[in-house]
């Protein structure tokens, strides 16, 4: 049974995670009007005559004061009405739905290689503290982190697609028929994915264990003989399984930022290319529904994040 205090904490971090989400909401809704140019200019062109930009304007609803709009696009994405493309006069939500589920297939295999690897390098360097393989692990996870997404895609594409041509420079998930296929599409994105998330997420799993191994009732379970392969599985990471959940969560936010430049320079068919490609013909009602849905699953892993913290903790667990 969860006690009073967690509950409260819990109810905080939700209410604040939603209040942060309408917030966000603000900042999107303004920055998207504040774009120079517009859907109704894109479509009809430089010459387009004043009156016939009106009549488009007028039609699209931008017309209307910028508070109203407002108003009318937040009720409607309270209601799941994301509202109609500019460019394509699609619904939103179509468009969001045909490129979602691949975005969701990269993170999943993203998340499938990066996870295992991280906890297990993070785990590692923290039993063997100080040694070689946590001095060359730790250095490691520094120099990749300090390395640009972009900067690791670009020398993927040129290593592996132009000078040694054992991978396509562009992912096609649309021709994927076999096993072999869908590995030669998703390797050099996933690769260019796990590189910053295994290094953060190794940092943080190695900070967490080491915690745990230095707590007091670990130096009793040594007292009692206990080997170490026992002390670490047995007692250290039970405890830290929380602060891990913690450091899995907030590494896989960073899923979000690295997959735009990830889906723009592999020309992946995902949510993220979609609202790049909004954004250069813009339509505003896409872009909007896009950057929201970003900004939703940062706040979902973020807010997860604190709920581990918040649960894992024994001295909220217990009075």
Avoid at 160 to 171: I, M, Y
Wanted: net charge neutral; proline share 5%.
């Amino acid at each position: 049974m969860l006690n009073r205090a967690i509950v409260v904490l819990l109810a905080q971090r939700i209410a604040l995670a939603l209040l942060s989400l309408i917030a966000v909401s603000v900042v999107v809704f303004a920055v998207t009007a504040v774009l120079p140019g517009d859907a109704a200019q894109e479509q009809l062109g430089q010459e387009a005559t004043p009156e016939a930009l009106a009549a488009l304007r007028a039609q699209m609803g931008l017309d209307v004061p910028a508070p109203e709009r407002y108003l009318r696009w937040l009720a409607g994405m309270f209601r799941g009405e994301l509202g109609t493309s500019a460019t394509t006069q699609l619904p939103v939500g179509e468009l969001i739905a045909s490129r979602l589920p691949n975005s969701l297939l990269l993170a999943a295999v993203t998340a499938l290689f990066s996870v295992p690897i991280a906890l297990a390098l993070g785990i590692s360097a923290a039993v063997w503290r100080g040694s070689w393989f946590d001095r060359v692990a730790s250095a490691g996870a520094v120099a990749v982190v300090s390395v640009p997404e972009f900067l690791v895609a670009t020398l993927a594409v040129l290593v592996f697609a132009v000078q040694l041509r054992w991978l396509p420079a562009l992912s096609y998930v649309s021709d994927i028929e076999s096993l072999g296929q869908m590995l030669r599409a998703f390797a050099m994105p996933v690769l260019t994915l796990c590189c910053v998330i295994v290094a953060q997420m190794m940092r943080m799993t190695r900070a967490a264990v080491i915690d745990q191994l230095e707590a007091p009732y670990i130096e009793m379970v040594r007292l009692k003989g206990a080997s170490p392969l026992r002390m670490v599985i047995a007692h250290a990471l039970p405890n830290a399984v929380g602060p891990i959940a913690n450091a899995v969560a907030l590494s896989l936010s960073y899923l979000l930022g690295g997959v735009i430049i990830v889906e723009t320079i592999f020309n992946y068919p995902g949510i993220a290319k979609l609202m790049v490609d909004g954004v250069s013909q813009r339509d505003m009602p896409l872009v909007q529904a896009c950057a929201m849905l970003f900004c939703a699953a940062y706040l979902i892993l973020v807010t997860t994040a604190d709920v581990c913290g918040i649960v894992a903790n024994p001295r909220l667990r217990h009075r």
